[in-house]
């Protein structure tokens, strides 16, 4: 490989959802030429941030941590705020909440970091709590990602500013204003969850879902996401995968016809069981973690399904 080869990799793959393993592991070794080529300069940095980047999305902390600290010590404000979540949340074995709150200060200028310093005043973690500062965080996160075309975190900084919204208005009177802020939430959300989707971003489409349908929003036409509520009692759903042609996704010799799936849940006197194509999850949460579709994972494929309706439930 050549630095030319790396570059070319590096553009091609790193702003992909999922790609094969062997993609990963050219795209892993383009940014190891390229961190090895750049050194510890700020251009070295930012490929150190993006295999940081992709190894904590994967789990592999002890990896992530190695060089998202070499981006940060190089200046790479970027880096700041996927560090502060390793020692947040104590995912490379120790939770250091000072650590954290360093970084995301230090990575202030990012949204994402207001987040975090939103969350550290509410709960009180290294600092004191704090309402009135946590709800100045979201507040500003709010005015900072309102017009930008970036749906990383603008889904969950809508929903956050929805929400204190609505926990401080009193009359009513702004019900369809903050309807209408969660399904900005919604769509910035699912866009973001098309390329990856972490634990916490399922949870945040979860309490933007909820939301939506506390405030009795339209429920004529529904998505896959509403089966966070629809499914949140015995119920049974249809939907539609449409016809797919492989030149579509770039493989023109598959082809995919139109099928039609049910998804039920199921009281087993403890919790909601989900039954879909033939396979059983232990609760909503499970099925969106790990139910495909033709090896797709749901949020993948999310504005393809269509057709949502409920239906007299089968026996399993």
Same mark, same amino acid.
């Given at each position: 490989m050549n630095l030319h080869e790396a570059l070319d990799i590096s553009?091609?793959?790193?702003?992909?959802?999922?790609?094969?393993?062997?993609?990963?592991?050219?795209l892993i070794e383009a940014w190891d030429y390229l961190i090895n080529h750049y050194g510890d300069t700020f251009e070295g940095s930012v490929?150190?941030?993006?295999?940081?980047?992709?190894?904590?999305?994967?789990?592999?902390?002890?990896?992530?941590?190695?060089?998202?600290?070499?981006?940060?010590?190089?200046?790479?404000?970027?880096?700041?705020?996927?560090?502060?979540?390793?020692?947040?949340?104590?995912?490379?074995?120790?939770? %250091?909440?000072?650590?954290?709150?360093?970084?995301f200060t230090e990575s202030e200028s990012l949204p994402q970091s207001k987040l975090m310093l939103a969350e550290m005043h509410k709960e009180g973690h290294f600092?004191?709590?704090?309402?009135s500062r946590y709800r100045q965080y979201i507040f500003d996160a709010f005015e900072q990602v309102w017009d930008s075309p970036v749906p990383n975190c603008k889904g969950e900084v809508f929903y956050k500013y929805a929400e204190i919204v609505m926990e401080e208005e009193k009359?009513?009177?702004?019900?369809e204003e903050i309807a209408v802020l969660l399904i900005k939430a919604e769509n910035?959300?699912?866009?973001?969850?098309?390329? !990856?989707?972490?634990?916490?971003?399922?949870?945040?489409?979860?309490?933007?879902?909820?939301?939506?349908?506390?405030?009795?929003?339209?429920?004529?036409?529904l998505n896959i996401f509403d089966l966070y509520w629809a499914l949140s009692r015995p119920a049974c759903i249809q939907f539609?995968?449409?016809?797919?042609?492989?030149?579509?996704?770039?493989?023109?010799?598959?082809?995919?016809?139109a099928e039609t799936y049910i998804i039920s849940s199921h009281?087993?006197?403890?919790?909601?069981?989900?039954?879909?194509?033939?396979?059983?999850?232990?609760?909503?949460?499970?099925?969106?973690?790990?139910?495909?579709?033709?090896?797709?994972?749901?949020?993948?494929?999310? !504005?393809?399904?269509? %057709?949502?309706?409920?239906?007299?439930?089968?026996?399993?």
């Open positions: 553009k091609e793959y790193q702003n992909q959802g999922a790609i094969s393993p062997d993609d990963e592991f050219l490929y150190m941030f993006n295999l940081g980047d992709h190894y904590l999305r994967h789990g592999e902390y002890q990896l992530a941590l190695k060089y998202l600290e070499r981006s940060v010590s190089c200046d790479n404000e970027f880096a700041g705020y996927p560090l502060g979540i390793i020692w947040y949340y104590g995912l490379a074995g120790k939770t %250091d909440y000072e650590k954290a709150y360093n970084l600092v004191k709590k704090d309402i009359d009513g009177n702004r019900r910035s959300q699912q866009e973001q969850m098309q390329r !990856y989707a972490s634990e916490h971003d399922f949870e945040i489409m979860k309490k933007i879902k909820m939301l939506l349908h506390r405030l009795g929003s339209d429920l004529k036409i539609t995968f449409p016809e797919m042609d492989g030149a579509e996704f770039g493989d023109p010799d598959v082809y995919i016809p009281d087993n006197g403890n919790s909601l069981e989900i039954f879909f194509d033939e396979n059983w999850y232990k609760d909503i949460d499970h099925f969106f973690r790990e139910a495909t579709i033709d090896g797709m994972k749901m949020q993948e494929i999310s !504005y393809l399904l269509t %057709d949502f309706k409920f239906i007299k439930p089968t026996n399993q």
